[in-house]
């Protein structure tokens, strides 16, 4: 199994569903496994790559600033374009911790499991009254258009 990269959203996780990150996504890959922890993990996911993003813009931006760098090699149209790639990326990390805050606000706890319904068939236990009107000779036909 290879190793899982941290969120910002794991002891969220953790505390909800009571066990490891790991643990977690080898219990999402079972029969049994419940929709909620799927959807949880799934923009887990995408909050792990999004976070990844944020961090290698950042780390790219203090390579660029780094003092013992020459200045001469700074670019205004660089450092606008990492700003606009930082904040899209921010924006994205923003909406998948709401989206996952939100799941694991709504969601039915861990031990509740949904309600199973059984499908049975009904019998009809008085006979139905004869229809009034006569069944037309081509019933389920399409019909004319009326002017």
Known sequence: MSPVK???????????????????Y??????????ALARALELRSFLVLAEE?????RDRVHADMDPERDMGELSA??????????????????????ALGELLRTMPPPDQQAPSFRMTQLK??????PSAAPVPQRAGAAR????
């Open 6 to 24: 941290a969120s910002t959203m794991d002891a969220n996780l953790q505390h909800v569903f009571g066990s490891p990150v790991p643990e977690m």
């Open 144 to 147: 004319a258009r009326r002017p």
């Open 53 to 57: 993003q944020v961090a290698r813009v």
């Open 77 to 98: 149209d660089k450092l606008r374009f990492d700003a606009q790639w930082l904040e899209a990326a921010l924006d994205a990390c923003d909406g998948y911790r709401a």
């Open 124 to 129: 009809a236990t008085a006979p139905l009254p």
């Open 26 to 35: 080898e219990a999402a890959v079972g029969h049994d496994a419940s929709p």
